[in-house]
């Protein structure tokens, strides 16, 4: 099993179109439960736009819990041709990129119609209630009206006990487990500690390895999947590339700050550079030592861990496969030529940032 230790701005979109290109079975997190995807591909190709494309097989599973009952729903689908599209959203450089709500918006409806094949909201309580009754089953009303209830239902958190019991049907047969982390900082708008803030590194709540115990009401991996962690591949990625990490990350400054120093005007980088670039350059400073932190949460739990280079490491020697997608695919550049102005303004502010910090061209973040 590989394990991409993903965060802001980390190729998260890229590894997951990766996995897909070549039938990997997906464990992520949506809608706060546990996502299980596979896909079984049985043919792939590019579109005369350049978009990559396959004709596959779908199966979903999603795991949650009901008061103390471990619960799951199963949906299938056949010959289903899927498009990779890949659109910049909430970024400076380009203005015409979705502003911050209608991204939000945008992928909350891309995420429920992938996860329930436009259904989420087909049944009522009462059809929800009947179809998940004995009767249906095993079949494929109950199954979609069950996929429903999870989602729609008040969240539970899986639990650190019924994760820990339930950790072999979960993870055994994935071969890419995605996490999102994001360490506790002041950039953004963190009204309460993210969940499993115990742990003392911030995780939120997207992060659904960390369960609470019962007991000692503290968060932790559960021992089962500990044990899984540290037998599989786990990926730290990263850029080598310092000058283009930079501009990736100023870019989508007010994206990864929540918008929190737009003042109501919209996406802001500029503005806020000449009044007060110290913001920017704690937030770049920030930005560039998150691989190093969860490289020190993965050593304080003996979980071994390897760098990936988003610039040029090979995605089929990490992490398996036989097709590689380009890796500029879902590169922000491409939507960046025609406003050559907003570039030239961030690449000012990325070469004054490099120079104070004195940082290197070519990095590699250091082994803990």
Known sequence: MNVYWGYGNSGKLHMELHAKYNGMTLLSSKYKNFMKTKTQVHTRGVTRNGNYWIFHDLQKKLYGRDKDKFISSETTRANHIKRF???????????????????????KKRNMNTITFDESGTFTDEDIKKFTGNEYKGGHLYNHAMM???INKDFEDLGHDMLNDNADEIFDDVDLLMTMTITHDTFRNNINNPYGYEDG???CEHHFLLQQSEKSKKYS??????????KANNVIPYKSDTFSWAIAFID?????????????QGILSKELYDKNKKIIFNYLDHQFYIPIKIAEFLTKRNIPYRYFDLDNDSYNEVFGGNFEIDRNYTNHSKCWEDYQDRYNQIVDMVKEYIFERNLPSFYIPNKV
């Open 201 to 203: 590194r911030g995780f």
């Open 252 to 264: 989508s400054f007010s994206h990864l700050t929540d918008h929190k120093y737009d003042e109501d």
């Open 221 to 230: 991996i559960p021992e089962n999947v500990l044990n899984k962690l540290k």
């Open 85 to 107: 599209h890949f659109i910049p959203s909430d970024s400076y450089i380009n203005p015409l990129s979705k502003a911050y709500d209608h991204f939000v918006m945008g992928l």
């Open 148 to 150: 429903q209830y999870i």
